[in-house]
Every structure is written in C-alpha cells, then in structure tokens.
C-alpha cells in the first residue's frame, strides 16, 4: 500500500517534469522524445486508475503514432531549413562576385 | 542584415516567460485546478450508470464493459468515431500534396529484416487483441493501432504493396469499418426498427463483424496519417 503511494507520486512527478521540460526545452528533438516518454507515463497512469482500455490507446496513439508523427514534422523543417540556408548562401555569394 | 538574423533568433525562442504566456500559464492552471476540484467534489460512489452497464453486461453479447459500452449501449458516438478517422484521411488528401513513397533498397538490412520478422507476429498480436477486446482490456482501437504501427514501419522501411500502386486497394481498406458499421446499423434499423439495437443471442456476431472491419480501416488510416498525402509510388531517386 505505502509502496503503491510511493510509486503514484513518484509517477506523478515525473509526468509533470516531463510536461515542462518538453514545453520550456529550446531543443525540438529533445522536445519530442520528452513528449514520448510522457505519453508512455501517461499510459501507465492509466493503469494504475484502472483503466488498460485507455492506456492502450494512449500508449499506441498518443505517444507511439503521435510521437512518430512529430518526428517526421521535424526532419521535414530541418530539411526546409537547410534548403532556405544553401539559397541564402548562394545568394550572398552572389551578391559578393558582383560587388 | 544584422537585424534580421536578430529578428529570427528572437522568433525562434518560443521558450521565453513573455506577459501573455505567463497569463496564458495562470489561466490554464487555473483550469486544471477548478477541474480538479470539480471532479472531487462528485459524490464517490454514486455510480448509478455504472451499476447499470454492470447489470446490462450478460445481454451485451460481451464480458468487457468498455467494449459494451463502445459497441453496443454507446454503439452510434463509435459508428460517428470511425466516420470522423475516415473524414481526417479524407481532409489530408484534399489539402496536402501527394507523398511519395521511394521504393529502394533500405539504407540498412536491418530494418527490412526487422519489419519482415515483425509483419506476422504483429498481425497476429492485432487480431489477438480485438478477439480478446469481447472479455478484457481491447479491441478493434488497440489492434488497429498495432496494425497502423506496423503500417509506419513498413512505410519507414520503404517496403509498398506493388499492387497499392493506384491506391486500389487502399480506398476499400479505408472505408470497410464505415461500410460494415452503416450496413449493420441500417440493417437493424429495418428488421427492428430502431437504430443499432442488436437482437439478444446474436450481439456478439454482429460486434465482431463491426470490430474486424473496422480494425483494418484504422490500421490504414493511422498509416496514411502519417504518410501524409495521397501515396504516389516512386522507383529508386
């Protein structure tokens, strides 16, 4: 009983360390994984308020489908912004043989 | 030039406490408190509704009661819910671009591999879980989910059905849980007169047939939200 009180704040305090940690990090990789590794706490929260039916959908939508998602967001903007920096760079250099 | 690279690293920094966000912050755990408390002060153990899908269960046709509720007492919110998956895919192909899917071999062996082992135990593990879904914790969100898992992987592993080419075979697997659900309530709705009210005895038949239609379509549509667009089949960049 006191183990299982231990456990549940101790769950408790990492979910919401995970939430602020992946809202206030500047990291966006590190942002995502944080934001995966809470899906998976939030899941096993749900196990513990007895309820599997939804911790098996948050385990399997909310943090694998989703965290996938946001992954694949995220290499497409790094693939946006190193297209946007290599057209910068061949306009400055530009710019310099005329000057 | 100097100004813009200050600009832009002042529009990346979305971390910082501004005026707005802070009261942005107050008000939400303003909510989550009023929430909290609300939720604390219902009377604890007046479970009227629960008591009665308990008493329900044995005429449900199942032994789970979510998966009586989902399917049989709430039927029609879980016929609107496999609409609305239908309707998101629907949504992306009207507005994104096609996605192309680059059919090579994989950077790595290893993931070929990996999805090629995984493949059956993970179709298995998904009609494991929605037959389970009729006596404990599962059904055809959970299996579907581990099918569109499956899906994502095999996507990342640039494996494509050859015969997916045109999306012919998509479009079916898309619309059978919203096909089998509309026929059944339908169905029902003319031997008996009243919308998804399944006859006593063959509840279950007809709840598996719903859920085995529409654990494809959500393994489809979860693997087509993540590809994105409309998937266009391209050979080796």
Same mark, same amino acid.
């Given at each position: @009983?006191?183990l299982?009180?231990?456990?549940?704040i101790a =769950?408790?305090?990492?979910l919401?360390a995970c939430?602020?940690?992946a809202l206030t990090? !500047?990291d966006? =990789?590190r942002?995502?994984?944080l934001?995966?590794?809470f899906?998976l706490?939030?899941?096993?929260?749900?196990?513990? $308020?007895?309820? !599997?039916d939804?911790?098996l959908?948050?385990?399997a939508?909310?943090?694998?489908l989703t965290g996938? $998602?946001? =992954?694949?967001? $995220?290499?497409? @903007?790094?693939?946006?912004?190193?297209r946007?920096?290599?057209?910068?760079?061949?306009?400055?250099?530009?710019?310099e043989?005329?000057a | 030039?100097?100004d813009l690279?200050?600009?832009e690293?002042?529009?990346?920094?979305?971390?910082?406490m501004t005026?707005?966000?802070?009261? &942005?912050?107050?008000l939400?755990v303003l909510?989550? +408190?009023?929430?909290a #408390?609300?939720?604390?002060?219902?009377?604890?153990?007046?479970?009227r509704?629960?008591?009665?899908?308990?008493a329900?269960l044995?005429?449900?046709g199942?032994l789970?009661p +979510?998966?009586?509720?989902? #399917?049989?007492?709430?039927?029609y919110d879980t %016929?609107?819910? +496999?609409?609305?998956?239908l309707?998101a895919? %629907?949504?992306i192909?009207?507005?994104?671009?096609? *996605?192309?899917i680059?059919?090579?071999?994989?950077d790595?062996p290893?993931?070929a591999?990996f999805v090629?082992?995984l493949?059956p135990?993970m179709?298995v593990v998904?009609?494991?879980?929605?037959?389970?879904? *009729?006596?404990?914790?599962?059904?055809?969100f959970q299996?579907g989910?581990?099918l569109?898992?499956l899906g994502?992987l095999?996507?990342?592993?640039a494996v494509?059905?050859?015969?997916?080419?045109?999306?012919n075979?998509l479009r079916?697997?898309?619309? &059978?849980g919203l096909?089998?659900?509309?026929t059944?309530?339908?169905a029902? %709705?003319? *031997?008996?007169?009243s #919308?998804?009210?399944?006859?006593?005895g063959q509840?279950?038949? &007809?709840i598996?047939?719903?859920?085995?239609?529409a %654990?494809?379509?959500?393994?489809?549509?979860l693997?087509l939200?993540?590809?994105?667009?409309?998937?266009r089949?391209s050979?080796?960049?």
């Amino acid at each position: @009983m006191i183990l299982a009180g231990i456990f549940d704040i101790a =769950l408790i305090t990492i979910l919401l360390a995970c939430a602020w940690l992946a809202l206030t990090t !500047p990291d966006l =990789l590190r942002a995502v994984v944080l934001f995966i590794a809470f899906g998976l706490l939030a899941a096993l929260a749900w196990v513990r $308020l007895q309820a !599997p039916d939804v911790a098996l959908a948050e385990a399997a939508v909310g943090s694998g489908l989703t965290g996938a $998602l946001l =992954l694949s967001t $995220l290499s497409v @903007m790094q693939r946006a912004e190193a297209r946007r920096k290599q057209e910068h760079a061949s306009a400055t250099t530009e710019e310099e043989r005329r000057a | 030039m100097r100004d813009l690279r200050v600009l832009e690293h002042h529009h990346d920094d979305d971390t910082a406490m501004t005026p707005p966000r802070l009261i &942005i912050l107050a008000l939400s755990v303003l909510m989550v +408190v009023g929430l909290a #408390l609300a939720a604390l002060s219902f009377p604890a153990g007046d479970a009227r509704l629960a008591t009665l899908a308990m008493a329900a269960l044995p005429q449900s046709g199942v032994l789970n009661p +979510v998966t009586a509720v989902l #399917l049989n007492y709430r039927g029609y919110d879980t %016929l609107l819910e +496999v609409a609305v998956l239908l309707l998101a895919i %629907l949504g992306i192909w009207a507005v994104a671009p096609q *996605a192309r899917i680059w059919i090579r071999r994989p950077d790595t062996p290893v993931l070929a591999a990996f999805v090629q082992l995984l493949l059956p135990l993970m179709v298995v593990v998904a009609g494991y879980l929605l037959w389970l879904g *009729a006596d404990e914790p599962g059904g055809a969100f959970q299996g579907g989910a581990v099918l569109g898992a499956l899906g994502v992987l095999w996507v990342a592993a640039a494996v494509w059905l050859s015969n997916a080419r045109r999306g012919n075979l998509l479009r079916p697997l898309l619309g &059978i849980g919203l096909a089998a659900f509309i026929t059944a309530a339908v169905a029902l %709705l003319l *031997a008996r007169g009243s #919308l998804l009210e399944y006859p006593s005895g063959q509840a279950k038949t &007809i709840i598996l047939i719903i859920e085995g239609a529409a %654990l494809f379509s959500i393994g489809a549509t979860l693997t087509l939200l993540f590809v994105g667009g409309f998937p266009r089949r391209s050979d080796a960049p």
